[in-house]
Structures are given as structure tokens and as C-alpha cells.
């Protein structure tokens, strides 16, 4: 990486207790995990960022960079070992980051994430997919693409939420021409497939995937096919921003796959 590079992040570490690394989706930012952050850090450490392209990170050419500098600001923070929870395309990331640095991670919870696209025609259909929406933002004023993205059916639930005001203004700190390049280096056409790394998986895997959103319904099941490790769990009446639907199934996820592991000897 650019040694000049940084991640954008926000972190709070009790003695002893290894933190929760929490990754975003696509439009995010690291504020983005406040609600959950309220009602667990009497009890947990954690760590959030800015993925590249959102908030104050600047963009990368790749996943593979994307994951260096995750790394590189784990060791900047002296981290050698941390929980990891990831939504959407930060789910993606955070599976990247889990099957190829394996040794910085204890357990992990995926949220509404998939191993990418098993074929290399889909990946070459989604990025000229990914391209036409990255025109979009590039052009349109940000206000104009998120009410286009958010009428999709894949956010029914989410709009209807009290707080999705809030989670609007937030949105609109991001810049258009940056979400647009973080698309056409993160999006799902350009990830590599994890599907024939996923049988090398070590770790234990929670995948939380919404009642109504059955395409990520699919792939979970198929995904726990190829690695015992990998486990999930349909949380009802919840399309794809389970985080935000149901946040009393997340926290139940929290409780059970990141035990608190007191190490007094320990700095953080």
C-alpha cells in the first residue's frame, strides 16, 4: 500500500477485551453502527471505518488493497487478533480478509454478504452493471441515485424504519464521484470469487441473512454446503439491512460468536 494511504476509523478499546472490527455496506459510513455500538460498549471493544471510497477513506484499485489496508491499520493499532462483523459489501470484504488473513481473526458474523460470483461471465455482467450505476453517481446530484437505490424492493423494510432519516443524512456525506470508483474497485463484478476458498475456511462463520431477501437466503445455504465452519441463521420479517431491521437478532449474534475474552496482561 501507499505508505501515505489511511483509513478513516473510530475505536474504543477496554483492557483486556479484543475488539469487534465492524465493516460497512455500499453507501455507509463507520457512524453507521452507532445503534449497535450503544448497546454493547459497556461490554466490548471496537473498531469502525470508513471502507474506501465512504466517509473520510480515500479509495483503493482493488479488494485485495482494500484488505492490506485493513490489515495495516490493525497493526497501526496493534491488534494482532480481533472479532469481525461485516454487512453487504463490507461482508464481502470482511470474507476476503477471513479466508486469506485468517490468523487476525477470531470468529466472524456475515451480514447479507457472499463469496462473489462463481463465473467469469456474471462478473463481466455485473461490472458493466456496476459501471452504469457508477455513471449514475458520477452525474446525477447523490439525493437523485439514493432515492433510485432505496425504491429498490431489497430496502422495503429498511425505508420504513423510524430512524431512516438519519440514516439518509448520513449518506449524504459521502461523495458521488468517490462511491463511484469504490464501485468499480469493490463492487461485486470486480471481487475475485471466494467460492473455492471456501472449503479452506478455519474459522467459524455466522451468516444472518434476511426472511425476504431470498437470493442472500440462497447463498448462505449454499455456502454452509461447502465449509461446516460456516453456519446461518433467516431472521424473520427482515429483508437486507438486518443491522438496522432487527437489531435484537444482531446483538443476540454479537453475544453468542464474540465471547468476551477478558486478558488482563493485555494492553487493549
Request: net charge neutral; charged share 25%; with cysteine.
Amino acid at each position: 500500500m501507499n505508505p501515505d494511504y489511511s483509513v478513516n476509523y473510530r475505536c474504543h478499546l477496554k483492557k483486556g477485551v479484543r475488539p469487534i472490527l465492524f465493516l460497512h455496506g455500499f453507501l455507509g459510513i463507520l457512524e453507521d453502527w452507532e445503534g449497535i455500538i450503544e448497546s454493547i460498549k459497556d461490554h466490548y471493544s471496537y473498531l469502525t471505518i470508513d471502507l474506501p471510497g465512504h466517509g473520510k477513506t480515500a479509495n483503493v484499485n482493488s479488494m485485495q488493497e482494500a484488505a492490506e489496508a485493513v490489515i495495516e491499520l490493525l497493526d497501526e493499532l496493534d491488534l494482532d487478533k480481533v472479532y469481525l462483523y461485516g454487512y453487504s459489501m463490507g461482508g464481502r470484504l470482511a470474507l476476503y480478509l477471513s479466508l486469506h488473513y485468517t490468523h487476525r481473526f477470531i470468529s466472524v458474523i456475515l451480514e447479507s454478504a457472499s463469496p462473489g460470483l462463481k463465473t467469469a461471465k456474471e462478473r463481466k455482467n455485473r461490472i458493466t452493471h456496476d459501471g452504469i450505476l457508477a455513471d449514475k453517481l458520477e452525474k446525477e446530484p447523490l439525493e437523485q441515485f439514493l432515492s433510485f437505490w432505496y425504491a429498490q424492493p431489497l430496502f422495503k423494510i429498511m425505508i420504513k424504519q423510524s430512524d431512516f432519516q438519519r440514516i439518509y443524512q448520513r449518506r449524504i456525506k459521502n461523495s458521488g464521484v468517490s462511491l463511484a470508483q469504490s464501485l468499480r474497485s469493490l463492487g461485486t463484478g470486480k471481487q475475485p470469487s471466494l467460492w473455492g476458498k471456501l472449503s479452506e475456511n478455519k474459522l467459524q462463520i455466522q451468516l444472518l441473512v434476511g426472511e425476504y431477501d431470498l437470493k442472500f437466503v440462497n447463498i448462505a445455504q449454499d455456502m454452509c454446503l461447502i465449509n461446516k465452519n460456516i453456519v446461518y441463521k433467516v431472521v424473520e420479517k427482515s429483508g437486507h439491512t438486518i443491522y438496522i431491521e432487527n437489531q435484537k437478532v444482531v446483538l443476540e449474534a454479537i453475544e453468542k460468536n464474540f465471547i468476551i475474552d477478558r486478558r488482563e496482561n493485555e494492553s487493549f
